[in-house]
């Protein structure tokens, strides 16, 4: 009989959506192998995690996750990741979003939600381009 070999962390990542779509090297399957493991390390419950993203490269690790998820609109990760923190404070509520979408466009979201401060975790990946 083959066995058949399971990733240690495929218990956490969508196989039905690898190969991801990130271009090599810009650091975005590197911060969902580092959320991956952190799940792993913690024993976070999957059944009681959301992750909600926004818009840009890395708000595609919502999909990758095997948890419950949501991908939002742009610059309004956050607004909606606190309706899902307030409808449900059990449940664990992460955001992984970029600079541009947490900053920019949902900077007051992101200054709001620092305030209310209701337990909702934020992820932000930030991509350095050198010319």
């Not at 899902?84 to 541009?100: F, H, W």
């Amino acid at each position: 009989m083959v066995q058949e070999m399971m990733h240690p962390f495929s218990r956490y990542l969508r196989a039905q959506m690898m190969p991801h779509i990130w271009c090599a090297g810009c650091g975005n399957g590197v911060a969902l192998n580092c959320f991956v493991h952190a799940l792993d390390e913690l024993q976070v419950d999957l059944d009681k995690l959301v992750v909600v993203s926004g818009i840009g490269c890395i708000g595609r690790s919502a999909g990758y996750t095997n948890v419950d998820s949501f991908h939002t609109t742009h610059g309004r990760a956050l607004a909606f990741a606190t309706g899902v923190k307030l409808a449900n404070p059990e449940l664990e509520v992460v955001v992984i979003s970029g600079d541009g979408d947490l900053f920019a466009i949902g900077g007051n979201h992101f200054i709001h939600a620092a305030r209310r401060n209701i337990g909702v975790k934020v992820l932000c990946q930030t991509t350095l381009i050198m010319v």
